[in-house]
């Protein structure tokens, strides 16, 4: 009798310590878990309706600018720290605000064709950033991936962030994502019909 009290004590303590062993294992994943999601709990989404790009384009007789619309997008923050973010342009909504009537509706039509952004093929442009140095209180050195016409190039950036507004100037070479219509870098005798290759965008956001 008393043998058999042992070993039901012993398979009891068994028992326990396997319960023990389970629970500090769903401890710790738990705990890990958290730790790692954390972070999405610091995704600030960018408020589309109040947010705005502004390009402009440069050529030897001028210049032309407008808008386009960013379809989604998201800063991240550790402690009102900027640590990353990633974007999503819609290419299809590139619009012009210099020109009106026939000469808007033409250049509109123009840089959505395949002489530049071939829109239609490729409707979307992305930025995803890679990495993010601070530089003063509210400003930030921001390298990132940038895709346009399904071409990947690095990128570097000044992004400043006051409270829920972002802004950040960007320069833009063009040819590096074949988009080579007018550039003297691949044709010759252009002369006044020139654009330059680089274009900026200034992104002014709120989240």
Do not use: C
Request: charged share 25%; hydrophobic share 35%; glycine share 8%.
């Amino acid at each position: 009798m008393f043998t058999k009290v042992l070993i039901l004590h012993k398979q009891k303590n068994k028992t326990m310590k396997k319960s023990i062993k389970n629970l500090a294992t769903l401890v710790i994943v738990a705990f890990m878990t958290f730790s790692f999601t954390t972070i999405d709990g610091d995704k600030k989404e960018i408020k589309l309706e109040s947010s705005k790009v502004v390009w402009k384009g440069y050529k030897v007789t001028g210049s032309h600018e407008g808008i386009i619309s960013i379809k989604s997008g998201h800063l991240n923050f550790d402690k009102d720290i900027l640590t990353g973010g990633n974007f999503e342009i819609d290419m299809s909504t590139i619009i012009v605000t210099d020109l009106e009537g026939e000469y808007k509706g033409n250049l509109e039509g123009h840089l959505k064709s395949d002489d530049f952004f071939g829109v239609t093929k490729f409707p979307s442009a992305s930025l995803n950033f890679t990495k993010v140095e601070p530089t003063g209180k509210n400003s930030y050195k921001v390298t990132g991936d940038i895709t346009i016409k399904g071409n990947t190039e690095s990128i570097s950036f000044n992004l400043s962030v006051y409270g829920n507004k972002a802004n950040a100037s960007l320069k833009i070479d063009r040819t590096k994502f074949d988009v080579r219509y007018g550039s003297t870098s691949f044709f010759d005798g252009l002369k006044d019909k020139a654009i330059y290759d680089e274009f900026d965008l200034v992104a002014d956001l709120e989240f």
